[in-house]
């Protein structure tokens, strides 16, 4: 007779341990003139026991009315990667009343499961660039123009395209502490 329904147990272990990094980082912040702030950033870090997922043994549990199919999931430390990278911005004011911003960021994310355990797969859920854009505008005391542009990279699990997303708002200030 088959199992009425399936279900993943996920269990504690008494052998999970602390995640490790170890990090490198460097960066530079300037104000180049009264109008030109920029921001340099690089990091390389190293992880070691990062959290991961055992499978333990699928049994049939028929002490219920109806017979589950049971999947035993438990923590564990089998994960280790590697990951560097950069981040660069900049503000720009362009005028009393404009303000222009501008990021990027780059990472390269490498981990690796030699056990190849059921493993979170967050690899794949870091695009490797992004970049932003966004120019504020106040018009007069009590309107704001604000406009950005957005870019992220593919994701490769889940398997997302890259895209690039415009976003346009106009606030407006009844009141000093009111937007």
Do not use: K
């Not at 590697?82 to 990021?103: F, K």
């Not at 859920?125 to 406009?147: C, E, F, I, K």
């Amino acid at each position: 007779e088959g199992a009425g329904a399936g279900f993943a147990a996920l269990m504690g272990s008494s052998d999970f341990d602390s995640e490790t990094l170890v990090a490198a980082e460097s960066g530079v912040r300037m104000l180049i003139a009264p109008w030109l702030l920029v921001d340099v950033s690089t990091f390389v870090h190293s992880y070691d026991n990062l959290r991961s997922l055992q499978q333990g043994n699928a049994y049939i549990d028929s002490s219920m009315t109806i017979p589950l199919f049971i999947l035993p999931l438990s923590f564990a430390n089998t994960m280790e990667g590697t990951s560097h990278g950069l981040e660069a911005a900049t503000d720009i004011l362009l005028g009393d009343a404009t303000r222009l911003r501008l990021h990027y960021a780059y990472l390269d994310l490498d981990l690796q499961d030699p056990s190849r355990s059921v493993a979170a797969r967050e690899e794949g859920n870091s695009p490797a660039h992004q970049a932003y854009v966004n120019m504020r505008h106040d018009v007069g005391q009590r309107l704001t123009l604000d406009g950005s542009l957005r870019f992220t990279g593919r994701l490769s699990d889940p398997d997302v395209e890259e895209y690039t997303e415009v976003d346009l708002r106009l606030g407006y200030r009844p009141a000093p502490e009111v937007e």
